[in-house]
């Protein structure tokens, strides 16, 4: 097993050249920087935010001699690059949940893991077109300094209706955030309500100020320049170990638990390299740090936390959602009276 957090220092000094070199290595002691063979690459792109990518990717360096060339930037952005231009030329997209795969199925190649028999079957599809990395529930957040934990928001309905939240919600923008496509699609299911009413309603509460990305939310509601907010149950458990005066509220109608994902891209010119790194993802190493580091969710059925909080879970119908996610959006457009915004994963 990994000692992680004792590898601290070591990661700090390795990731200056484990993540910058996609054609080039630099000789350990030495200053000239040598080519890295085509059969040592993985060209990757990511939603997640470094403090997620960063440890893995440089394991993974350490333990294959496979070095990775990672471009970050936010779920939305990527797929589309991925739809318009880079297939051909990347290997894998690590991070953003199913809905956003399933929506961009033809532009990846199913592989079963290596892993499969020891994933959660609920959330790993038959095609195999993506494998699942991680279980991320919605979840509700509030500033504790300014609300307190009895007149905060129980649950969905009280957050979209309650005169009290009117222009206090954080929200990131969906053009960007793939959270946000996932709470978007996961509303009108969890409340059986009408699409339009929920994001109308959504889109009074924000009060026109959406954020510029998912990390923005938690930031928003710790400074209080909003008292609420939406983001994933990883997201606030990890703010909240590092002092961050908010709480964490799972709301009373149950919550979608959209697991985030990885997948290889069609003709990645190193699918060996991508087949590798998928199979890594999902190891029991990796699966074990994420849960006790990154207050992650594991999908493997043999891992267990000791944080972990039951919830009720709200069935997600992933093909509604993808049907949906056009509509959905241009809903959002229509609320919100804009589009597009800034770069976020």
């Known amino acids: 097993m990994i000692s992680w957090k004792k590898r601290g220092i070591v990661l700090c000094l390795i990731l200056p050249l484990a993540l910058v070199g996609c054609a080039e290595k630099q000789k ?25 990518y960063q440890p893995i990717l440089v ?13 970050a930037g936010g779920t939305t952005e990527r797929m589309e690059e991925i739809e318009n231009f880079a297939i051909g030329s990347v290997d894998v997209m690590f991070g953003g949940g199913e809905e956003s795969y399933a929506a961009y199925a033809d532009c990846f190649t199913p592989y079963e893991t290596d892993s499969r028999e020891n994933l959660d079957p609920k959330i790993f599809t038959e095609d195999a077109v993506w494998t699942p990395f991680s279980e991320l529930p919605l979840v509700l957040i509030y500033n504790t300094r300014l609300v307190d934990e009895d007149d905060a928001p129980k649950g969905w309905e009280d957050l979209l209706t309650g005169k009290a939240w009117t222009g206090k919600v954080a929200f990131a923008n969906p053009h960007n955030s793939g959270t946000s496509v996932t709470i978007l699609t996961s509303l009108p299911q969890i409340l059986k309500w009408d699409p339009g009413d929920c994001i109308d309603l959504l889109a009074a509460q924000i009060g026109g100020d959406v954020l510029s990305g998912s990390g923005d939310v938690v930031d928003a509601v710790e ?19 590092q002092g961050a005066h908010i709480g964490i509220v799972y709301p009373k109608e149950g919550t979608c638990n959209v697991p985030d994902a990885a997948a290889i891209v069609k003709k990645a010119p190193h699918e060996e390299n991508a087949k590798a790194f998928l199979d890594f993802t999902v190891s029991t190493d990796i699966q074990q740090m994420i849960q006790d580091e990154m207050y992650r969710r594991s999908v493997r059925t043999d891992l267990t936390s000791d944080w972990e909080k039951p919830i009720h879970v709200v069935p997600f119908d992933l093909s509604w959602a993808v049907e949906h996610q056009g509509e959905l959006m241009q809903l959002w457009d229509t609320a919100m009276g804009t589009k597009g915004g800034a770069e976020d994963a």
């Open 28 to 52: 350990e002691g030495e200053g000239e920087l040598t080519p890295v063979p085509e059969e040592n690459r993985l060209t990757l792109f990511t939603s997640h935010k470094p403090e997620v």
């Open 223 to 241: 400074m209080g320049t909003k008292s609420v907010g939406i983001t994933l149950e990883e997201t606030a458990k990890k703010r909240m170990a």
């Open 59 to 71: 394991e993974f360096e350490n333990r294959t001699g496979i070095i990775v060339d990672v471009t």
